[in-house]
């Protein structure tokens, strides 16, 4: 589409001729996301919808007793700019907020800030360089400190400080956060920023305080004791939190939203495993909600037949996937493995990483195991149906598999093991604790032994395998093995933060503890090159472009595998109302959550 008849359509929704929804839905016909087309509306001056609170029934805040529930992958730190899993950050959203979220059309809506910025009410520069965020009044941490301006700008101090090595430094390290007055802070951007809607907003964006964390910004930031007793503006104050085992909170009589929250008290309890979790919901009915109910979809049916609960499906863009380890884990360099110094002495070779690519049985993955929770794919970036690259295939082949890597002088040994010039294709492949992902490995592990490889299986425990502990050599973020698969998270609907896991000055190493977060360590120019092009494409049709560029770039080297898209699968209690949003955390909005009577 042309500026000039693009320009058009948006002077047709300002001027009432086109609907909000008939523009999206022309935009999402070229290839964007629809809450992209919703940033792009609210860029040229037309104010996003706001999520109407109707659906929140309770006419007072407290009087719901307990809300129960339950993450079998524990949160073992409650900062959220540690938070390197998903588990972190849910745990810490019970207590900590955002200027602002996404709900699960992609809208954008307001929690610490007054009002989405918009050209409408002068917070979106016509060039692209600033943003200007009005601040909510009277809000009050958690333990009675007023929020204001100051906390805002030191959060970015805070994320932007190299030696804080915070996970979420990616969104902060390139602006610059000024006080307007005590109610208003402006984001300035180096350059045109067609996404604006990064830092301060849902996962990446919780506002920590000023006075709790002022001394503990840059090489102390470990050593803060709030790391693990926040205190928040949320609508729930901290009680008790057991690493790896329990979070416990209650009502914040305070909270800065009427009638909220519906629940005295919330526990949030780790432990155990998928299966367990879904099956204290949808079959005893001893808790009320359990995340990521990571479980083969015909256990979950056969669950959901007693009738106390259901499985909720919220479509989102995360994905399970399987990372080949560009570096030698095996070699330390320096005190550290799988440097950059030293690349991976097998994975090298490109016909190696083909033929473990068609050795992924994704249609029995989809069909025998995750069934209506997993949607087979070649790609890492998926969602939308328009956004998915067009161009990736897979091709589960063992024979073709098996004669590539014999062309490639890969040779059966006398134990059916494929050798060249002393290195034996073995490998181990790791990936935390989770039944699917057993059996996942399983049926990998199979394909392989009759191609020629071995695989030694690794199994870590969730709390572990994803925990943000710098000493722990299990952490995803070490990679310290040849394979791994795990679940990457879309936690904002646009596909600048969710690509930037590839980026070459995001690779996890020891200077930076591990916080960067391209884990796999996967080097390209041309892929920095076009994601730096990215950054300031006005244009969307052509910023599309480049992302689905950057997918084809990065599965086609081979180093990074989709296996199937993975849309939030949840066991929800009978009558409890969440409102739970593919874009943003699963408890992005908690303080909505009640039980019909």
Excluded at 322 to 343: F, H, M, N, Y
Excluded at 392 to 420: P, V, Y
Aim: net charge neutral; with cysteine; glycine share 8%.
């Amino acid at each position: 589409m042309k500026e000039r008849e693009l320009r058009g359509l948006i002077d047709q929704v300002k001027d009432g001729a086109l609907s909000r929804r008939g523009f999206v839905q022309r935009m999402v016909s070229l290839g964007l996301t629809a809450p992209m087309a919703t940033m792009m509306l609210a860029h040229h001056g037309v104010a996003m919808a706001q999520t109407a609170s109707s659906a929140y029934a309770p006419t007072k805040a407290g009087g719901g007793g307990p809300l129960r529930l339950l993450f079998w992958q524990a949160p073992t730190l409650l900062n959220p700019h540690f938070a390197v899993g998903t588990k972190d950050q849910e745990g810490s959203r019970l207590f900590y907020e955002p200027l602002a979220g996404w709900d699960p059309e992609g809208n954008m809506v307001a929690i610490l800030a007054a009002e989405v910025p918009s050209r409408e009410n002068g917070g979106l520069a016509a060039d692209g360089m600033s943003v200007t965020w009005k601040l909510k009044q009277g809000v009050k941490w958690h333990d009675g400190k007023p929020f204001t301006a100051d906390d805002v700008v030191f959060t970015w101090k805070y994320a932007s400080t190299p030696e804080t090595a915070a996970v979420t430094s990616g969104s902060y390290v390139d602006i610059v956060t000024e006080k307007v007055d005590d109610h208003t802070v402006v984001v300035k951007f180096k350059k045109p920023t067609p996404f604006w809607g990064d830092a301060f907003v849902a996962a990446l964006g919780m506002i920590i305080p000023k006075h709790l964390f002022e001394d503990y910004i840059g090489s102390k930031s470990r050593d803060a004791p709030t790391n693990l007793k926040p205190v928040g503006t949320g609508p729930y104050r901290f009680v008790e939190f057991k690493p790896g085992d329990i979070v416990r909170g209650e009502r914040n009589p305070d909270y800065h939203m009427p009638n909220r929250p519906y629940f005295d008290t919330v526990e949030l309890k780790g432990g155990g495993d998928a299966v367990s979790a879904a099956r204290a919901v949808l079959q005893t009915g001893e808790f009320d909600y359990a995340w990521n109910t990571q479980v083969e979809d015909e256990v979950l049916l056969r669950m959901e037949n007693g009738g106390k609960g259901k499985t909720t499906i919220t479509e989102g863009g995360d994905i399970e996937f399987i990372q080949l380890q560009t570096c030698d884990p095996w070699t330390e360099v320096d005190g550290e493995r799988a440097s950059l110094k030293v690349p991976h002495p097998i994975f090298t070779d490109k016909a190696v990483r083909q033929a473990i690519g068609m050795l992924i049985d994704r249609t029995s993955i989809q069909k025998f195991i995750y069934g209506r929770t997993g949607i087979a794919t070649p790609n890492f970036l998926t969602n939308p149906k328009q956004f998915r690259s067009a161009k990736t295939t897979w091709d589960f082949n063992i024979e073709k598999a098996a004669a590539l890597l014999e062309g490639a002088g890969w040779r059966k040994g006398s134990d059916g093991i494929r050798a060249k010039d002393g290195k034996r294709l073995k490998f181990v492949f790791q990936t935390s604790i989770n039944a699917p992902r057993q059996k996942t490995q399983a049926i990998i592990k199979q394909a392989c032994q009759r191609a020629g490889i071995d695989l030694e299986l690794k199994s870590v425990v969730g709390s572990v395998f994803f925990s943000s502990d710098v000493a722990n050599p299990d952490t995803y973020t070490k990679f310290y093995c040849d394979i791994q698969m795990f679940t990457t998270t879309m936690t904002q609907p646009d596909a600048g933060r969710f690509m930037n896991q590839y980026c070459s000055w995001e690779a996890a190493t020891k200077e930076n503890k591990w916080q960067g977060r391209n884990i796999v360590r996967w080097r390209n120019a041309d892929y920095d090159k076009l994601y730096r092009q990215g950054e300031a494409e006005l244009d969307p049709v052509k910023r599309a472009a480049l992302f689905i560029a950057m997918n084809d770039l990065v599965i086609a080297d081979g180093h990074v595998m989709g296996v199937v898209n993975r849309p939030k699968a949840a066991a929800v209690i009978n009558k409890l109302k969440t409102n739970v949003s593919g874009w943003d955390n699963s408890l992005w909005l908690i303080g909505e959550w009640f039980r019909e009577a």
